[in-house]
């Protein structure tokens, strides 16, 4: 059984990058949830119910689909809207920083998780998955350098000091070397994210 968990399960303050022995303490009901979860499939393995491991994903981006009222959406609303043809609303600081995985990459996190000999895991079945660390004005370099300025000009800022309260509480650099040891693969570029998102979701065109 393969349980989808969250790198929410980690509350600040956080060292520069969060390792596989950090403390999962959780800020949010969420993460609370998540971290429970965890729990659960490391205790019910132990005690042979099942066979299970639980993969901490980074946020997912670019998303598909239309804007939701998530407060990690926005990381995708920057990229998915503007290639598009409309505008988006960037209600953070350019200087956030976030980890991220792509829709594919989170499949193959998935499929890895599904065939993976647990055996090699050990006791131990929360893994964080790799990603990639990246600030806001990183994301939209490499939108420039992906779409071009016309893309980037239909991003607005418009600071929401809500969003971006609850941002700057979330872990935003892992070093997930059980998870890399284990196989799992991370993109290699958020270029590379963007072009997936382009690739899968608007049938190589740009608006």
Not at 196 to 202: G, Q
Request: with cysteine; net charge positive.
């Amino acid at each position: 059984m393969v349980f989808s968990s969250s790198v929410a399960v980690f509350g600040a303050p956080y060292p520069n990058g969060i390792d596989d022995e950090f403390l999962s303490a959780p800020l949010t009901s969420y993460g609370t949830q998540k971290a429970i979860g965890d729990l659960l499939v490391s205790d019910y393995s132990r005690k042979g119910f099942l066979d299970g491991i639980s993969i901490r994903l980074p946020t997912i981006c670019v998303r598909p689909g239309k804007p939701n009222k998530a407060a990690s959406g926005f990381f995708s609303n920057i990229m998915r809207e503007p290639l598009a043809g409309q505008e988006a609303v960037l209600p953070v600081s350019d200087s956030v920083r976030h980890w991220h995985a792509s829709p594919r990459a989170a499949v193959g996190f998935l499929l890895h998780a599904a065939t993976i000999d647990t055996a090699k895991v050990g006791p131990r079945r929360a893994l964080n998955m790799p990603g990639l660390s990246v600030t806001v004005a990183e994301q939209i370099e490499a939108l420039r350098k992906v779409a071009g300025d016309k893309v980037v000009a239909r991003i607005r800022r418009e600071i929401d000091p809500f969003i971006d309260k609850i941002v700057a509480g979330w872990p935003s650099r892992f070093v997930a070397k059980r998870a890399t040891e284990l196989g799992f693969k991370a993109d290699e570029s958020f270029e590379q994210i963007i072009r997936i998102h382009i690739e899968d979701e608007l049938g190589g065109r740009i608006a």
